[in-house]
C-alpha cells in the first residue's frame, strides 16, 4: 500500500497556482525526497497532506484514508518554521505535545527522558526552549514530531541549523525509523543527504511535477557523463571541445562531457599533454547537478 497519494492535485492563492496538477505516490516504509527551488509548491503541498490547507482540486489519501483531521493524527510533522512555545520548559513542551498525540503523562514523560539522552539534551531539560541554540531547538522539535511514534512523517528541512554531527545523528535516527518501517517525507535543499537517504524523489518547480521516480533509475538515465580526474602537470587536455561544464578542485577536476563525448579521448590527450594521472573515473551526474539542471530548464 502506498503511504501517501496524490491524484492530479492543484492549489491557488487568488490568481497564482502554488500548485498546478501534481499527482504522486510515496511508497509505504520508505523514504521520499520532496525536492524544489524555494517557491516551487514543496509547503504547500505538504500543508494540504496535513489537511492544513484544502486542495482546490484533485485527491489526496494517507494510508489509503482520505485527508482529514483524522488522518493529520497518523502524521509527524516537522515544519520548517519552528511552532513550540519559547517561554515553556524543553521537557514540559514535549511532554505537553505528546499528551496531545494520546500519550499517557507518565509514558509522555517516559519518553522524552529517552529522546532527550539520546540527543544529547538530557541537561538542558528544566530550561526554557527561548534558551537553547537554535541547533538545540531544532533538535526538541524533531522529537516532538515522532515522539508518539506516527506512522508516517514528514520533515521540512529537518537539518536547519545543526552541525555535521547532530546532522548525521538525525540522519542515523531516520534510518532506525525507516527500519521499523516508518514512511518519512524529508523536504530538504541538502542534496547530499537526500541522495544518500532517499529511495524515491519528487522534483517540483513552479507548482508542477517535473520529475519523479527512483533515485538509482533518475541517475542511470542521464548515465555517466562525468569525468572524475585526480593528476599531477600540465592541465590544457581539460579545455578539449568535448567538455561542457569543467570544476576544479584541488588536486584535479570534474569534467561533465558533452552528449556523445568519448571519455577516453580525454585521457589519453591527458597523457599525451603529459599529466601524470592518479585516478580517472566515469561518474553518473550527482543529484545536484541534475536538480540544478531540471530547475534552470524548466
Known amino acids: 500500500m502506498d503511504a501517501i497519494t496524490l491524484e492530479h492535485v492543484s492549489k491557488s492563492y487568488d490568481s497564482v497556482a502554488a500548485v498546478n496538477n501534481i499527482s504522486l505516490r510515496v511508497r509505504e516504509g520508505?523514504?521520499?525526497?520532496?525536492?524544489?527551488?524555494?517557491?516551487?509548491?514543496?509547503?504547500?503541498?505538504?500543508?494540504?497532506?496535513?489537511h492544513i490547507l484544502v486542495a482546490d482540486e484533485g485527491t489526496i489519501k494517507v494510508l489509503d484514508k482520505p485527508v482529514s483531521d483524522d488522518t493529520r493524527d497518523l502524521i509527524g510533522y516537522l515544519p520548517e518554521e519552528r511552532g513550540l512555545y519559547p517561554r515553556m520548559k524543553v521537557r514540559e513542551i514535549i511532554v505537553f505535545l505528546a499528551a496531545l498525540h494520546g500519550l499517557t503523562e507518565a509514558e509522555a514523560g517516559?519518553?522524552?527522558?529517552?529522546?532527550l539522552?539520546?540527543?544529547?539534551?538530557?541537561?538542558?531539560?528544566?530550561?526554557?526552549?527561548?534558551?537553547?541554540?537554535?541547533g538545540m531547538q531544532q533538535k526538541v522539535q524533531f522529537i516532538t514530531s515522532v515522539i508518539h511514534e506516527p506512522p508516517v512523517v514528514i520533515l521540512d528541512e529537518p537539518f536547519s541549523g545543526l552541525d555535521p554531527v547532530n546532522s548525521a545523528t538525525i540522519e542515523e535516527i531516520m534510518m532506525e525509523m525507516k527500519g521499523k518501517g516508518s514512511t518519512i517525507v524529508l523536504?530538504?535543499?541538502?542534496?547530499?543527504?537526500?541522495?544518500?537517504?532517499?529511495?524515491?524523489?519528487?522534483?517540483?518547480?513552479?507548482?508542477?511535477?517535473?520529475?519523479?521516480?527512483?533515485?538509482?533509475?533518475i541517475k542511470q538515465g542521464y548515465g555517466?557523463?562525468?569525468?572524475?580526474?585526480?593528476?599531477?602537470?600540465?592541465d590544457g587536455f581539460l579545455q578539449s571541445p568535448l567538455v561542457e561544464k569543467l570544476t576544479r578542485h584541488g588536486n584535479g577536476a570534474e569534467a561533465k562531457l558533452k552528449p556523445g563525448a568519448d571519455s577516453q579521448e580525454i585521457l589519453r590527450a591527458a597523457v599525451q599533454a603529459g599529466a601524470n594521472i592518479t585516478k580517472f573515473e566515469l561518474l553518473e551526474p550527482s543529484l545536484n547537478e541534475i536538480f540544478i539542471e531540471r530547475t534552470t530548464r524548466a
Open 30 to 50: 520508505a523514504i521520499f525526497g520532496l525536492l524544489g527551488p524555494n517557491g516551487a509548491g514543496k509547503t504547500t503541498t505538504i500543508r494540504m497532506i496535513m
Open 110 to 115: 517516559r519518553r522524552a527522558d529517552q529522546w
Open 117 to 134: 539522552d539520546k540527543l544529547g539534551l538530557g541537561e538542558w531539560k528544566t530550561k526554557k526552549l527561548v534558551d537553547l541554540s537554535k
Open 187 to 217: 523536504s530538504s535543499h541538502r542534496m547530499d543527504q537526500i541522495e544518500r537517504m532517499c529511495d524515491a524523489i519528487c522534483l517540483i518547480n513552479k507548482g508542477q511535477n517535473i520529475l519523479d521516480g527512483d533515485i538509482r533509475s
Open 224 to 234: 555517466k557523463n562525468t569525468v572524475h580526474i585526480e593528476f599531477t602537470g600540465p
